[in-house]
């Protein structure tokens, strides 16, 4: 069964590009998180998503950040006209319902 | 609202010897808990949670820890360390869905 998985595993874009993270839960797992990491820190919770819908995305930045987890396919993070600000570790989580997140390796982006 | 305070930015400690990571935490009500490693530019690693039951939780890699509820804390150790333990250490706490992860911790191991 493999995990989580995340790609691209390392991401550089020019600011004002758009950047595409890209999440494949678990199998079996309808849940899926995103999480930031910026340098030194712990990670941020951004959005929870199950199949179709968005159900918290108290932790995503109003503007520019968007996710979708489409019934076919994987989670996407989106994030339109980067900034330097931008840069740090995108994780995705995925879970059953109610049960323990299984973390990818992580998308590092670097906005120059 | 729920919150973790990881009490040491950095852990020094020299091969074999014993180690505790500090995690205290604060909430309302009860909660789920968790460590997690991260080796440099990977992902997080489950080592050990606390659901319920008993309060000395056994994980991965010879780790341990202990949930004390009177001292809202859940402190990790290991009794002999290697150098391949060297890593950053997060402690986490949930309720639902909800994660929330302490700054964490780095552990270096020196031979």
């Known amino acids: 069964n493999a995990g989580v998985m995340q790609n691209p595993r390392h991401l550089v874009r020019r600011r004002g590009q758009e950047a595409r993270l890209r999440c494949s839960p678990m199998k079996g797992h309808s849940h899926v998180y995103w999480y930031r990491q910026l340098p030194e820190e712990g990670l941020k919770f951004m959005v929870y998503l199950q199949k179709e819908n968005i159900i918290d995305e108290s932790g995503m930045p109003k503007e520019r950040f968007s996710a979708e987890f489409p019934k076919e396919g994987p989670s996407i993070l989106r994030i339109q006209q980067v900034v330097r600000g931008d840069s740090a570790a995108y994780f995705c989580?995925?879970?059953?319902?109610?049960?323990?997140?299984?973390f990818g390796p992580g998308t590092r982006l670097l906005v120059l | 609202a729920q919150s973790v305070t990881q009490l040491d930015s950095q852990v020094p400690v020299f091969e074999e010897a014993p180690v505790e990571l500090r995690c205290n935490y604060s909430?309302?009500?009860?909660?789920?808990l968790f460590w997690y490693v991260q080796y440099p530019n990977q992902g997080l690693q489950l080592l050990l949670k606390?659901?319920?039951?008993?309060?000395l939780v056994k994980g991965i890699n010879g780790f341990e820890a202990e949930f004390n509820k009177s001292q809202t804390s859940f402190h990790l150790r290991k009794p002999s360390v290697h150098i391949s333990d060297t890593a950053e250490y997060f402690c986490a706490v949930s309720k639902g869905f909800k994660t929330i992860f302490g700054a964490g911790t780095r552990l270096f191991v020196k031979a």
């Open positions: 606390y659901l319920s039951g008993s309060t």
């Open positions: 909430s309302s009500v009860s909660v789920y």
């Open positions: 989580a995925s879970s059953p319902p109610e049960e323990t997140q299984y």
